[in-house]
């Protein structure tokens, strides 16, 4: 039954209203990137790494993505980096992961979205090998439908596949729009 989805995103210790457990004083542990401080990595792709990070202003949750190491001096890549953000700011549809921030911090690029509590399709699939056919099917039209939205607003993903499709409890929602074209 995929009504609830393997856990992958916040744990217990990480409740939505509970800060991280280092005050964010000078030597207490978790590194920061402008508002947020980096509690460990959820994810990594070609177009940089995510975190989960946790938001001192608004004392919730987040996900970062910021730009490989060694990426921010290239402008290729930073203005590769800049088109996902601008991409994803753009869109604002159930089925696709909304983007909250962007921005630059002492050098590093980053996004930051929605953290999804969920699992992507491939884990999915390992974790609980073929799918009924009509849960398939549902899982493929909502995905679909985050597709056509971005197709709406003029944007082709380009690598849809089960890894950039996580299944959270609203759905499934479209990730990385990195190799987006307009």
Partial sequence: DLATPPATGPTPADHP?????????AGSGSPRLGRYRLRGRIGRGGMGTVYRAWHDKLKRWVAVKVLPDGRSADPAWVARFDRE??????LDHP????????????????????????ADL??????????????ACELVRQAALGLQ??????LVHRDVK????????????????GLALF
């Fill in 95 to 118: 089925h696709i992961v909304r983007a909250t921030d962007a921005g630059e911090a002492g050098g590093v690029h980053y996004l930051v979205m929605e953290l999804l509590d969920g």
């Fill in 122 to 135: 491939s884990r999915v699939s390992k974790a609980c090998g073929p799918l009924p056919a009509a849960e």
């Fill in 85 to 90: 953000m601008q991409v994803v700011g753009r």
């Fill in 149 to 154: 939205h971005a197709h709406d607003h003029g």
């Fill in 17 to 25: 209203s509970a800060p991280p457990a280092s005050s964010g004083r």
């Fill in 162 to 177: 089960p890894h950039n499709l996580m299944l959270a409890a609203g759905g499934v929602k479209v990730l990385d729009l």
